[in-house]
């Protein structure tokens, strides 16, 4: 079984900088992508930002040059870093890995969710 542990989040102003972090914990043999996806109340899943194995990163567009969103491989986790923080970036963060289990076995894996919240 596999299990993100997410880190960071919390309050800034708008303008303000936050990091947020996610581990990846478990029978792991491999994580082709992980990314973070945000959720505000009554509404969808947004793609934030994702990360290939082999670092090729994808975007927002609401986001792009504001947000950088790295990994740490040996580590299985992944780091997003959250720069000139916007009112509407208010919502709770949730991050995902996709990958392969010690059986070679598929997974797709959720973490709990952190909220993050830009207000004056």
């Known amino acids: 079984q596999v299990q993100l542990v997410e880190s960071g989040g919390g309050l800034v102003q708008p303008g303000g900088s936050l990091n947020l972090s996610c581990a990846a914990f478990g029978s792991i043999f491999s994580i082709s992508g992980m990314g973070w996806y945000r959720q505000a109340p009554g509404k969808e899943h947004e793609l934030v930002a994702m990360?290939?194995?082999?670092?090729?990163?994808q975007y927002a567009d609401s986001v792009k040059g504001r947000f950088t969103i790295s990994r740490d491989n040996a580590l299985n986790t992944v780091y997003l870093q959250m720069h000139s923080l916007k009112l509407e970036d208010t919502d709770v963060y949730y991050c995902?890995?996709?990958?392969?289990?010690?059986?070679?076995?598929?997974?797709?894996?959720w973490g709990q969710g952190t909220q993050v919240t830009v207000s004056s």
């Open positions: 990360i290939t194995s082999g670092g090729s990163t």
């Open positions: 995902a890995a996709l990958g392969a289990d010690t059986n070679y076995k598929a997974f797709s894996v």
